[in-house]
C-alpha cells in the first residue's frame, strides 16, 4: 500500500470536510490502520508487514510432528492415537504450533475484528500446503468449519471462513459453505473426551452434496482434533472422496 498517498489524501480530505465530524472520525479509523501497518503487531518496531521481520523469525513453525494428524512430537514420525487407530480423514496440515505468540494473534483474529492477521498467517499455511500438495493430492473444494449463528452475528464473522478465503485465493481452490452448525455446543471443557465427541455428533450438518469431491476441511486452531474429526466422518458419509484437514496452528498433546 503507497501509505504516503493515502495519508496526504485523507489530510487533504480533512481540510475540506473538517466540520464533520463524521468524516473525521472515519480519518482517525484510516489513520490509525496506517499507523497500524506500519508497526508490528508483537514488539511494536517498524514493519514493512503486520510482524517485523524478528518476530515473523520467531513464529513457531509446526515442523516436526505426526505424518497423519499433524500433532507436534518430540520424536516418531506417527503420534501414539494414529498408530492405534487412523482418524478418517487423509492428512492435516497446520502451520504453527499453537503457543503464547500465536494464541495473541488469533484472539486478535477472533476478537478484535482483523481480518488482516488472518490473511497474513493463512499465507504461511497456503505455503506449507503447497509444498505438500504433490503428496496430498488434487483438491477440489475448500470447506471452512462453521460457527454458530448467534457467535458470527456478535464477531461480524467466522474466522475460519477468513482463513478459507484466502487459502482460496492463493492456491486457486473454490470455496464452499456445506455446513451449518444449528445449536451451540455445551462448554467444551466441563465434558470428558467420550462426552465432547457425542455432543459435537449431529451439531454439523452437510447441507450441500459432495458426492466424490476430494474436500479441504478448515478451521482455526486444532486442539483435541475432536471437532475436525466429527466433521470429516461427516463429509465422508456424506459421500466425500477425502479429506484433508487445514488449520492455522495445532495444540501439543501437553495442553
Ligand atoms: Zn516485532
Ligand atoms: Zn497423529
Known amino acids: 500500500m503507497d501509505w504516503h498517498r493515502e495519508l496526504s489524501y485523507a489530510l487533504s480530505r480533512a481540510t475540506s470536510h473538517e466540520r464533520h465530524s463524521r468524516k473525521l472520525g472515519q480519518l482517525k479509523t484510516s ?4 499507523l497500524l501497518h506500519n508497526h508490528c503487531l508483537l514488539c511494536g ?5 503486520l510482524l517485523c521481520s524478528p518476530c515473523i523469525e520467531e513464529l513457531p513453525l509446526n ?12 520424536n516418531g514420525v506417527l503420534c501414539g492415537e494414529c498408530l492405534t487407530r487412523s482418524p478418517s480423514f487423509e492428512r492435516a496440515i497446520c502451520a504453527f504450533e499453537y503457543n503464547a505468540t500465536i494464541s495473541h494473534l488469533i484472539n486478535r483474529l477472533k476478537h478484535r475484528n482483523t481480518p488482516s492477521v488472518g490473511h497474513f498467517l493463512a499465507d504461511f499455511l497456503a505455503e506449507k500446503i503447497r509444498l505438500e500438495i504433490a503428496q496430498i493430492g488434487a483438491l477440489d473444494l ?7 449463528w448467534r457467535d458470527q452475528r456478535r464477531r461480524g464473522y467466522n474466522q475460519a ?8 485465493q492463493k492456491l486457486q481452490i473454490p470455496v464452499i459453505h456445506a455446513l451449518s452448525k444449528p445449536r451451540p455446543r455445551a462448554h467444551q471443557q466441563q465434558l470428558s473426551r467420550a ?13 450441500e452434496t459432495l458426492s466424490g469431491v476430494h474436500v479441504g476441511l478448515v478451521d482455526d486452531v486444532i486442539t483435541t482434533g475432536a471437532t475436525v474429526e466429527a466433521i470429516s466422518s461427516q ?8 479429506v484433508t484437514v487445514f488449520a492455522l496452528a495445532r495444540t501439543p498433546k501437553d495442553r
Open 31 to 34: 489513520l490509525a490502520n496506517l
Open 45 to 49: 518496531a517498524s514493519a514493512s508487514a
Open 63 to 74: 515442523t516436526n510432528s505426526c505424518q497423519r494428524c499433524d500433532l507436534p512430537l518430540v
Open 142 to 148: 475448500l470447506v471452512p468449519v462453521p460457527l454458530y
Open 161 to 168: 471462513a477468513v482463513i478459507t478465503a484466502q487459502l482460496s
Open 195 to 207: 462426552q465432547r465427541l457425542r455432543d459435537i455428533r449431529g451439531v454439523f450438518t452437510t447441507t
Open 235 to 242: 463429509l465422508i458419509a456424506a459421500g466425500a472422496a477425502s
